[in-house]
């Protein structure tokens, strides 16, 4: 997939390109494969998800998507670049999905032999365990067989890959592993061998690491594929076929003229703009349009979260993946492949999910260096108590014999062999179990299996977070910034005053018509009004010509009255006042009176003469009240932001219990970003804006969050960082509570992956062994390792019992 990105003038131009990467394990790989990108000629940045398995590559748009994912290929993570569905280029890609099919059904073998061999070798311990003995399972050669079983079936493909990322100069979890296991089989390879030697084997430690390993990661993927359920029923929406329908060529404008039973079933991606489609009760839109023909019923809760169904008729507008319940219907195609919103979504979500939190860096930085100073740290320890620990306290090998006596299996004749304390076989087994419990995969699962969830969350819920960036920035806002018109009002006003100074009524034009007529050539909410107020009234436009409109203040035109074209300006005060038109007091006393009423007025004059008021309200959204109470209770500063008069916006923010000194009036539309600015340059000041008009990007952009509203311009939604698809106002609470949620979960995830290798690995390197007596055994170690990585995952899918129940 690639998509080009904005760039400034004079910029180098970059494309955005996606790689499927496969074969990493722990967050150390995934350090490695950024490094091996950003390395590369051209590239300006990476950023590589373990969970999603997807590397995101901002670079020059020179460089070859497919030669990037060579050299990870080369560097022994398989990949392929993931161009759009349909392109040639991805003619004779692997299919993914395919693939990870088969690796799931190859784990859960090498998983099936794993336990089969574990339970063989615990049954074969029963006679120290509970002093019962099964014939022929107490065998010593047995159990030799065992682990090399496990360690040539199982767990070949782990040391392999250990080996080969060694190789590599960048070894990973399996390599820890590798070497734990390997180094635990040719120690009691040894002993059995060399038996003069007295030292015990401890051939069920490698059978039991490589069980309890392969357990782990199962459990994690199943897991990692619960936290990635969201983004996958949403894919899963997509229908794959269309029907398509003709129309009567005798009366095609029709729209109750198609022949619903001349139809072909197509292929979605096959669709063109224009061509108009049959849907069937219970079947899903195809693709986003607008209905033609049929009434029905459509049930949009995968869009929006809203389960109640919405009624739908010819001149409505449907969404792709929608679900049609109760009617036959027509409909036109306006969008079709990428540009359906359920394709935005499905693009939105898997950008947030790509996206790291920059608490991750951190992490990512110490894993880059995890496995060397792992690997320095069992050297360490084998050399401490070899040359000093077993000197120093020498109780301790007899701590160590207990421990190995419970798992030594020795000859038929166990009396032939007497057991000696061996300082290097105890030192060899504290090293081994630095090794196997140190856990890189935890720091790397930390932050992406939560924004996994947070996002799949959001998606079901109508919210989009664009990802862990949003997410950090979110957790610490201070205040929220609102846009008045089409935010906190419903953004649809009515005309209540027409007040004429001048009896146009009398004559042949009037003054509702006159304004109509220069509204006409602009697009706000006021000029909707305006001329849908004349039209209700049934008056006409008049001819007109030269129209101009200025942001936040008024329009102008040259309209035709009396076959002489005259001049007239609306708009507000400072618009009069700046060209010219003399306003009374008495008028402005009017329009004061007006505004204090929650009336935005507007000024009208013709020929510079000014001829009359006409003022419209818009009517407070009813969850407006609600939002602002909530959030206020959360501690955050809720500020109104309006171009409207003082007057106006202090009415609206006093219905909605906003202090009047939070309260920002008469701002323009290009000073937006500026207020957004002098709000941020406050000590300890982090913004959120909450916007939906094309004039509401620039602030939405310069805020630390924006928050857009799905009704609003495109523009708008694509530079919010969070979307609300619901368009209900409520939902900002709901959106900062999850981000504050799903970050909250990232913060314990990497807490407890730290303090889980900053006390497991001194306890595995035997700090508490001197004074103590406790050892750890390799296999504990393992286990402890792989409960590590499974306990990170579910703590981010516990997410989903806080947000379980979505708001009706």
């Known amino acids: 997939m690639q998509t080009t990105s904005k760039t400034e003038i004079n910029a180098p131009i970059s494309d955005t390109i996606t790689i499927d990467v496969s074969g990493m394990k722990c967050a150390g790989c995934v350090k490695t494969v950024e490094n091996a990108l950003t390395q590369e000629p051209g590239v300006i940045s990476a950023t590589v998800n373990l969970v999603t398995e997807l590397a995101t590559v901002e670079c020059e748009s020179v460089i070859d998507p497919a030669h990037l994912a060579e050299k990870l290929t080369e560097a022994g993570f398989p990949s392929q670049p993931r161009y759009p569905e349909g392109a040639p280029e991805s003619a004779g890609l692997i299919d993914l999905a395919e693939r990870r099919r088969l690796d799931t059904q190859q784990q859960t073998r090498r998983l099936t032999i794993a336990i089969l061999l574990l339970a063989i070798s615990t049954i074969g311990h029963l006679n120290q365990l509970a002093g ?3 014939f022929g399972l107490s065998n010593i050669w047995l159990h030799c067989g065992l682990a090399a079983i496990a360690l040539a079936v199982p767990g070949r493909s782990m040391i392999i890959d250990g080996w080969q ?3 590599r100069n960048a070894p990973n979890m399996n390599t820890l592993v590798g070497l734990g296991t390997v180094t635990a089989f040719a120690a009691s390879l040894i002993a059995l061998l060399f038996p003069q030697l007295g030292w015990e084997c401890f051939f069920d430690e490698p059978v039991m690491l490589v069980g309890f390993i392969l357990l782990g990661r199962t459990l994690e993927q199943r897991a990692r594929s619960r936290a990635a359920s969201s983004l996958q ?3 899963a929406l997509q229908p794959q076929t269309a029907r398509l329908v003709k129309k009567n060529e005798q009366d095609p404008l029709n729209p109750s003229s198609f022949i619903p039973h001349l139809s072909t079933e197509i292929a979605v991606d096959r669709i063109r703009v224009g061509e108009w489609l049959q849907v069937l009760p219970s079947e899903k839109i195809p693709v986003d349009g607008e209905v033609v023909a049929g009434q029905t019923t459509i049930n949009e809760s995968m869009l929006t979260g809203e389960p109640v169904p919405v009624q739908k008729q010819p001149g409505d507008r449907v969404s792709a993946g929608t679900l049609n319940q109760s009617g036959a219907i027509a409909i036109r195609a306006n969008h079709i492949g990428k540009d359906t919103t359920l394709a935005r979504i499905i693009n939105l979500v898997e950008d947030a999910q790509a996206r790291k939190a920059p608490i991750q860096k951190l992490a990512d930085t110490i894993a880059g260096y995890f496995t060397y100073g792992v690997m320095t740290i069992a050297t360490l320890t084998f050399l401490f ?16 014999q207990a421990l190995g006596s419970e798992h030594a299996m020795h000859h038929l004749d ?3 062999v007497t057991i000696h304390p061996s300082p290097l076989l105890l030192s060899l087994k504290l090293a081994i179990a630095v090794l196997v419990i140190a856990c890189p995969c935890a720091l790397g699962l930390a932050t992406p299996t939560a924004i996994l969830v947070g996002s799949g969350i959001g998606a079901e819920r109508g919210l989009l977070i664009r990802g862990g960036d949003v997410l950090e920035r979110v957790h610490a806002l201070t205040t929220i910034v609102f846009d008045k018109t089409g935010t906190l009002t419903a953004g649809c006003p009515i005309v209540t005053d027409c007040i004429s100074f001048k009896s146009f009524d009398q004559e042949e034009f009037n003054l509702l018509q006159i304004a109509a007529t220069v509204e006409s050539g602009t697009r706000h909410p006021l000029a909707d009004a305006i001329v849908r107020a004349a039209s209700q009234q049934e008056l006409s436009l008049l001819p007109a010509q030269d129209f101009y409109t200025e942001p936040g203040l008024g329009v102008s035109a040259t309209v035709s009255l009396h076959s002489e074209p005259q001049s007239v300006l609306l708009g507000t005060l400072t618009w009069m006042e700046q060209n010219a038109v003399v306003v009374s007091e008495t008028t402005q006393a009017q329009a004061q009176t007006l505004a204090q009423a929650s009336k935005t007025v ?12 006409i003022a419209a309200t818009d009517a407070v959204r009813s969850d407006a009240q609600e939002t602002v109470d909530s959030l206020q209770k959360m501690g955050l500063r809720v500020i109104m932001l309006t171009g409207d ?8 923010a006093k219905t909605l219990n906003i202090p009047s000194e939070n309260v920002l009036s008469e701002v323009r539309p290009e000073q937006k970003a500026s207020v957004i600015r002098t709000l941020q340059a406050e000590p300890g000041t982090l913004v959120a804006m909450v916007g939906d008009g094309i004039n509401d990007a620039p602030a939405l952009a310069q805020a630390d969050v924006g928050i857009a509203l799905k009704s609003g311009t495109d523009v708008a939604v694509e530079t919010a960082g969070i979307v609300l698809m619901r368009d209900r106002l409520t939902d900002v609470v709901e959106a900062l509570s999850l981000s504050r949620a799903t970050f909250g979960k990232i913060r314990q995830n990497l807490f407890w992956a730290f303090a889980y290798n900053l006390l497991g690995i001194p306890i595995a390197a035997g700090i508490l062994l001197p004074k103590f007596g406790i050892l750890l055994s390799p296999a504990a170690a393992g286990a402890l390792m792989a409960f590590s990585s499974v306990s990170v995952v579910t703590n981010s899918l516990l997410l989903r019992r806080a947000f379980s129940t979505p708001r009706a």
Do not use: D
Not at 602 to 613: C, E, H, W
């Open 132 to 134: 019962i003995t099964i």
């Open 165 to 167: 990322g060694l190789r």
């Open 233 to 235: 029923a949403l894919l």
């Open 385 to 400: 108590w070899y040359f000093i620990g077993t000197h120093v306290w020498s109780q301790v090998l007899l701590a160590g």
């Open 414 to 416: 166990p009396s032939a």
């Open 602 to 613: 507007v000024y009208v004059s013709v020929a510079n003469t000014l001829v009359g008021l």
């Open 645 to 652: 008069r003082r007057e106006t916006a202090q009415t609206v």
